[in-house]
């Protein structure tokens, strides 16, 4: 009842399967030396950050609420005190997600994706830190889309924190009112017996005109200026 064994039927059934499964082998080896590549050339892309109009996306297949123009950009921005640069300048870690997006980007839209901007804070463009970067790839007429977030949010009063540098009215404005606080804050009498309004005023003079030179003298020495102009400049001393 039971078939006899014909060794070179094994033999063969054996080799068939050693084969299939070096064949196996090599396919995965081929595959991740294709990913590997990959995921290198995307990286010599975001570090190179050569700037480009627009990239080939199949508009179909875009998320729109991923979709930025340039003005609802340079709004943020200049609200939280941000810049929007190309990646070549950003000094921080490049998650290995966003490389995974944009390999998934580039496989939907079968393109290849340049480019990339990145908007964070100042300081992530100079050192490491774990603030909110989001990375842009331009899509045309300027508009942006968003590949990638990563790191913490941003302080919840740093919109509030930033406000004084958006203009020169905004920082006279905190200078003002630190001066009129601190004038509060001195005791009456201190300076003469006769408390007047004339007094009071003269002391806030003096406070806002020495707050204001300290003020003068650190945006100077430290080359910043205000929100506007920085949000989209390379320069350091901006």
Known sequence: MLRKTNIKDKLDRERTLRESSAHLLDEVRRILQENEAERKRISNTIADGTPQAANRFDFDLLETDKIYHIDHIRKICIDYRLRFLASSYFKGRIPPEAITKIRELERIHQTEVNGLKILAPSKLF?????????????IGNDYFYLIHKWGNDL???????????????????VVALLSYLL???????????NNSSAEFWIIFLF???CMASVVIFYGFALGKNFSPAIWDSKYYNT
């Open 126 to 138: 100079k050192l490491e830190d774990k603030d909110d970067p989001l990375l842009f790839a331009p």
């Open 155 to 173: 302080h919840p009063l740093r919109k509030w924190l930033m406000w004084p540098f958006k203009s020169i009215v905004n920082l006279t404005l």
């Open 183 to 193: 004038t509060l804050m001195i005791p009456e009498g201190l300076f003469s017996r």
């Open 207 to 209: 406070m806002f005109k």
